[in-house]
């Protein structure tokens, strides 16, 4: 299937661009070093309307089609990963889930703080004893005089150290399984919650990732997305978009570290000629970008069934399952093309490097990939 | 009152790439609103919130510069209607030609009392046409213009430039032909807003008919002999106090001949 963008989805491609190499991309080193969250870069993210691109004008947003978003995201996550997974978390998984499962009330309250950068998402789904197996949350949400009140221990939870508004998943039933899981909209300062430190990571270092302990925290009745006993539903739906958007983050990274490397390869010279002109190189640099357009091509179908209103589920996890390994595989092969210089900080392919792997893991390993793709094909 | 800001949809020579022989190969570069016309852009819609005017770009070139792409592309930028002066024979047209198409343009659209150009073109980048603009509408031209006012009541344009021997203001008479200075102001991308708002702007697509205007002939009064990069040398500081450093950095450059003191 050939891919056009539309006009607009080329000048999202070139203004973000744009926006990025000025304004994200000066920071990510910094922000990898100091392992700090782009906090700065927020109300510049919301003036530009990226926030607000999952969320309807209704709402205070800028919304456009998904696939308009995917390519905002790829863009930032090309300047800084940090950024890109801060942003994907906000306006792919929490804000959607918001838009889709929230009451008018519920939407009213945070969309348009969320677009406007005053708000920004976190998603609580893992618990110690639930990583892939997330159906086996252990975490209770018991229901009191018309409250619910939240306990258990949510970790590697992204903006975690920031947020203001949280999707927090927890058993209101103690039927097993997945059933008895419900979602609920958890405000920053809840009494009873607690922000641990930050995890110490290989990449994204920019990207704040916490334990959470929510420990007799009383949320209102309101407070409950979607209907009692769906969270896992309303979860599993969030991560179905959000992996299209890890895939264009790792699409991002992998880009970033191409361009890089292709011009040091012109211009590096070794025995006596631009290293471009090795074999050796070329062929990297050929494989490299095929690799770079076979995963472009499996995000923007992804994006684009969703946009269609079509089952996109496996195609999001196809993507993810490619760019993931793809991000790697490319980085890998840009840090080659640097040789030394590329292992020092001198150039952020060393950065790309440890960036690329996480997208690997997170929203769903490769094996979790490869058992919801087989899972659809063998029914 | 309308205010016209001239752009050019022009390949992005940072996507070219130059043969070993000084060929300049263009066919890969994608063409765009360049950061120059960008910065006009931005002075011209301070200019027209000052003012109460309203902002339509003017463009003149080949096909490619009427694709609803390109239109689209410079009205994010903050423009309120856009007008393209498109023919074959703009495609690959020199100075005079687009200030010819430009003059028909404001013409066209009347009511225009300033019209804000780039520095220069990003391809091209000769940095005549708004002196030739200027002339053929009969109106003076001020290029490099880093700051400027619009007292439209009085009739009156007040610039700044900034020279060799500081800032330097003017005040002119509308109306009036003015070039922004590279950088003069931060011209931001377009938000996500901007983009979606581009596609229900006006836009009018005009032919040199449609203005009865008659393009002159092309005539190319420069040849390209020879591309030759510059020698280069180097010459090696080894200090670590600054103030010795900034000496002999700055000794080392005039005894190049390199021009020191801001602008020559
Ligand atoms: C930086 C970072 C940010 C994160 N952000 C968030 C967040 O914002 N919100 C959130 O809720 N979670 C978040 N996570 C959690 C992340 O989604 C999980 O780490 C991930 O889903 C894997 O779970 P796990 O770590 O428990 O690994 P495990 O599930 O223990 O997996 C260990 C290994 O076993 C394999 N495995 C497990 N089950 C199967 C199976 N059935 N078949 C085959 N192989 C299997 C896995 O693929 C993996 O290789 C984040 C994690 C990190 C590191």
């Not at chain 1, 990226?50 to 390519?71: A, H, N, R």
Request: proline share 5%; aromatic share 6%.
């Amino acid at each position: 299937m050939p891919f056009h963008l539309t006009d607009e989805q080329e000048l999202v491609r070139t203004s973000v661009r744009e926006f990025a190499d000025a304004e994200i991309a000066p920071l990510a080193a910094t922000l990898d070093r100091e392992h700090r969250p782009p906090l700065e870069s927020i109300p510049k993210l919301a003036d530009m309307g990226i926030l607000g691109m999952t969320i309807p004008e209704q709402y205070g947003g800028s919304v456009s089609d998904y696939l308009s978003f995917i390519v905002a995201l790829e863009e930032i996550s090309r300047a800084c990963a940090s950024t890109g997974v801060m942003v994907e978390v906000h306006a792919s998984l929490v804000s959607t889930s918001i838009l889709h499962f929230g009451t008018e009330e519920q939407r009213q309250k945070y969309l348009p703080d969320m677009a406007a950068g005053k708000k920004i998402g976190a998603f609580c789904l893992t618990e110690p004893g639930a990583g892939s197996d997330a159906g086996a949350l252990a975490s209770t949400a018991t229901k009191e005089d018309g409250h619910y009140v939240i306990n258990g221990q949510k970790i590697f939870i992204t903006n975690g150290s920031f947020a203001e508004v949280f999707i927090v998943m927890a058993r209101t039933s103690d039927q097993p399984g997945t059933r008895g899981i419900s979602a609920f909209l958890v405000d920053r300062g809840t009494p009873g919650m607690q922000i641990g430190e930050p995890e110490v990571k290989m990449g994204i270092r920019g990207s704040s990732t916490t334990p959470i302990l929510f420990d007799q925290v009383r949320i209102p009745e309101s407070a409950l997305l979607g209907e009692e006993g769906h969270g896992f539903k309303i979860a599993m739906k969030g991560l179905d978009g959000g992996r299209t958007g890890i895939a264009a983050q790792a699409l991002g990274i992998a880009q970033g570290a191409f361009d890089q490397a292709r011009v040091y390869a012109m211009e590096r010279v070794q025995f006596g000629q631009p290293i471009a002109k090795l074999q050796a190189i070329q062929w990297m640099i050929a494989d490299m970008s095929v690799d770079l357009e076979a995963g472009r091509a499996l995000v923007y179908q992804a994006a684009d069934l969703e946009d269609r209103g079509q089952p996109f589920a496996d195609a999001a996890a196809k993507a993810k399952l490619f760019c993931g390994p793809m991000a790697t595989r490319v980085t890998h092969a840009a840090m080659q093309v640097f040789g030394g210089i590329g292992y020092t900080d001198a150039y952020p392919v060393e950065r790309m490097y440890r960036d690329a792997r996480i997208t690997e893991i997170y929203e769903g390993t490769n094996e979790i990939q490869r058992l919801v793709i087989a899972r659809s094909l063998l029914r | 009152m309308k205010i016209a800001v001239a752009y050019k949809w022009a390949a992005d020579p940072s996507e070219a790439s130059v043969s070993p022989d000084g060929q300049v190969d263009f066919s890969r570069a994608k063409p765009k609103i360049s950061e120059y016309d960008a910065v006009a852009i931005a002075m011209g819609r301070a200019l027209a919130d000052a003012a109460g005017a309203e902002l339509v770009g003017i463009s003149a070139g080949g096909s490619a510069a009427a694709t609803p792409l390109a239109l689209k592309a410079a009205l994010s930028r903050g423009l309120d209607s856009a007008v393209v002066v498109q023919s074959p024979d703009l495609e690959s047209a020199g100075t005079f030609q687009t200030a010819q198409a430009l003059a028909a343009a404001v013409r066209h659209l009347g009511d225009v009392t300033l019209v804000v150009c780039g520095d220069s073109s990003i391809d091209a980048g000769a940095q005549m046409v708004p002196a030739v603009l200027g002339g053929l509408l009969g109106w003076p031209a001020l290029t490099d213009v880093g700051a400027a006012q619009l007292a439209a009541a009085d009739n009156r344009l007040t610039a700044e430039r900034s020279i060799a021997e500081g800032i330097q203001t003017l005040v002119a008479t509308l109306p009036i032909v003015i070039s922004a200075a590279a950088g003069a102001l931060a011209a931001p991308a377009p938000g996500m807003k901007d983009i979606l708002a581009a596609a229900k702007k006006p836009s009018q697509v005009l032919s040199p008919a449609d203005l009865s205007l008659e393009l002159a002939a092309a005539a190319p009064v420069t040849a390209q002999v020879k591309v030759s990069g510059p020698a280069r040398r180097c010459v090696q500081i080894d200090t670590t106090d600054p103030a010795t450093a900034a000496a002999e950095l700055l000794a080392a450059l005039a005894a190049a001949g390199t021009p020191i003191g801001g602008r020559s």
